[in-house]
């Protein structure tokens, strides 16, 4: 078992986990010589399918709209590095705070946010889905690459990330808070305790706030690429409008995309160092001693400040109204819908068959297998699908495939 985990680095903080001290995995294994538990779970999320099915699954735009655009293996990226940078400043794990970076999108369907609530729908009288809990399934069932054992069987610290970056998902008596706890974190909670009343270790929540941060930053890049709105419609925003004027001052004759590159560069460090400065005052406060006292504090460590966090609902209310809902976008998400809607019947009838791969005759399984597993499997094989296979697929299957141009 490695002790040092911060092989020659500064000495991590009192509050941060501890690779050593790690609650080890579902199925028990032999400790590396060479890593500690969390750098080998960042390696086996690199080496998973579902990582590299980020590739061609897309944030907004669908991924034959332009080389140049995010796509979920792009973002995760991204956000890994932000994450380092949060969890350094912080004297925190860094591996840690990468593999959930890295992970935190294995359970978005194709299409985005459009394919999640497709599903969610078709899937409501068996539970619905959540690409949250869909995440949970691919690392603990879905992935099946080892020999003795389904899933990555990541650590318990990886697990709890994963599933509560956005904070505790029960009461103290088990009661959903937002909605009722998704089946699959139910299920695997009862066999391999999560702590779901508390909230995550620092590392965990600084991978959460660098999703917003590059998203919030890049979708912006990605709406002025598309044409969905001009450098003078964020004038008026907090901070970019603040930025924008910055670097007009300074650079009065520049091009438009090296200007939006310096407002979008400028962005996500104000933002990061916003991050920074707030979660050191919190920490400040509570002088934690140990992770277990970041989970238990009732509240997130690491934040915005306020007027920061004002600025981040402003700019997100602006992608809301002149991205994500854009006339243009709405209308392939209309499509993308269609899509979704026709694979889910075709398979879940047997009308189609799935691969052989999941060792099913879905024939014969249409009229043997129970209602609610078959539905639950063709959510697992529609929701793993890229963007391009799904296309590819809805054109084998049908005469007519919807433009999701």
């Known amino acids: 078992m490695i002790e040092d985990v911060s092989f020659g680095r500064e000495g991590l903080a009192a509050f941060a986990v501890k690779a050593g001290q790690s609650r080890g ?34 944030q907004v735009f669908v991924y034959h709209e332009g080389d140049h655009y995010r796509t979920r293996l792009t973002h995760s990226i991204e956000v890994a590095q932000i994450a380092r940078s949060l969890a350094r400043a912080l004297r925190c794990d860094e591996d840690l705070a990468e593999a959930l970076a890295l992970s935190h ?71 959903g808070l937002k909605r009722t706890l998704p089946k699959p974190i139910a299920e695997f909670n009862a066999l391999f305790d999560l ?48 930025l924008l004027a910055g670097v007009r001052e300074r650079y009065p004759h520049l091009d438009p995309v090296r200007t939006t590159h310096e407002i979008v560069r400028r962005q996500i460090t104000a933002m990061v160092e916003d991050v920074i400065a707030e979660t050191q005052r919190r920490l400040g406060e509570l002088a934690p001693a140990s992770d277990a006292d970041v989970r238990g504090a009732g509240r997130a460590m690491v934040s915005f400040s306020e007027p920061m966090a004002a600025a981040e609902k402003a700019i997100k209310k602006f992608l809301f109204g002149h991205m994500y809902r854009a006339p243009s976008v709405m209308v392939i998400r209309d499509n993308a819908q269609i899509i979704v809607r026709d694979l889910f019947f075709a398979y879940a009838s047997g009308d189609a068959q799935m691969p052989n791969e999941w060792g099913i005759d879905w024939r014969d399984a249409a009229g043997r297998m129970a209602e609610e597993k078959r539905v639950r499997l063709v959510a697992d094989f529609i929701a793993g699908m890229t963007d391009r296979y799904a296309i590819s697929e809805h054109q084998r299957l049908f005469d007519a495939t919807p433009e999701l141009r």
């Open 25 to 58: 995995r579902y199925f028990p294994e032999t400790a590396s010589p060479t890593r500690t538990p969390f750098q080998r779970d960042r390696d086996r999320v690199i080496h998973s399918t579902a990582f590299r099915r980020l590739k061609h699954k897309t």
């Open 195 to 242: 702590d779901l009343a508390s909230h995550s270790s620092v590392e965990a929540q600084c991978a959460a706030i660098a999703d917003d941060i590059a998203y919030n930053a890049h979708d912006l890049d990605d709406g002025l690429r598309a044409g969905l709105f001009d450098l003078d419609a964020l004038h008026d925003l907090p901070l970019v409008g603040e």
């Open 105 to 175: 999108d294995f359970g978005h369907t194709p299409f985005g946010h459009t394919g999640e609530d497709a599903l969610d729908e078709l899937t409501r009288e068996h539970g619905g889905f959540d690409h949250n809990a869909q995440s949970l399934r691919i690392v603990t069932k879905l992935e099946r690459r080892y020999a003795e054992f389904d899933g990555l069987n990541l650590s318990w610290e990886t697990l709890e990330g994963l599933v509560k970056h956005n904070g505790p998902l029960t009461d103290a008596a088990g009661r």
